[in-house]
């Protein structure tokens, strides 16, 4: 398979390498300032950017017929237009805010576990991220994530960074070092607390899963999720 990888910093890097051990061959390395783009050759693409240009990387995909598996976070204010972009042009498209085995199993953990403590007021829930000094949106977007998780399966109605509130879920978010990802669910009450805790440690889960979300979408059209990819739940 030909893969273009928009966006060549950690992520980039560490996709290749994985990419062609699995066989495939990078043709495109597109970064700030590239050139023209030759669609021609591209079976399809993967986006590891920045906030800033992911929209214009999976948008400019989905016009040239290339399915396009974007794994960028902090741009998720257009992600329904670009649901409809890709619906209109029958494309391709797969987002993911974290596309390790290891987090989408703590996904649904997470659903679950939101499940059983919806009519158990005692307990307060609370989130906490923890990345590399380098990222450049917070809250994480599998912090957001989990915290959506938490919303469709309780009464709690929206989250915050750093703030607790009425049905609130509060959202910290660390930067330290070098660390890949660490994703914390806590509930607490007076009396104890239940802790679910996912840790990155390094990038090879996430690349790993976004080679093989391109080998699946290929010859498939619409908007899917790592769940369809991963078969789970
Ligand atoms: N979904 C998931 O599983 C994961 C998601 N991520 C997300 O992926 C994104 C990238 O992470 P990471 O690789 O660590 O970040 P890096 O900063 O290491 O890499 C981003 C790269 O994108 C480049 N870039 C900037 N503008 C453009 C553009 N217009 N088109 C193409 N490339 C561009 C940057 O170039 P320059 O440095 O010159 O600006 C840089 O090389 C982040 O949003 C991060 O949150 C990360 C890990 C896992
Ligand atoms: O920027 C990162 O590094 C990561 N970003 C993703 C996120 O925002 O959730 C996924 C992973 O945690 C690493």
Redesign the pocket.
Known sequence: MNIAL???????KMIECLAVERGHEIVAK???GSGEIDFAKIDVAID????D?AY??ITSCLKNNTPIIS????WLEKFDDVVQFCEEKNGAFIY?????LGVNIFFELNAHLAKMMKNLSQYEVSLEEIHHT????APS?TAITLAEGIIANTDYQKWKLDESGYKQIPITSKRIGDTPGTHTVEYTSEVDSIEIKHTAQN?EG?AL??VVAAEWILGKTGVFTMKDVLNLG
């Open positions: 928009f966006g060549y910093g950690k992520m980039g597109i970064d700030v590891f950017s920045t906030p240009a214009e990387n794994g960028t976070t902090g993911a805010s974290n596309f390790s380098q990222k450049l949106d977007g990038r996430f899963g976004a």
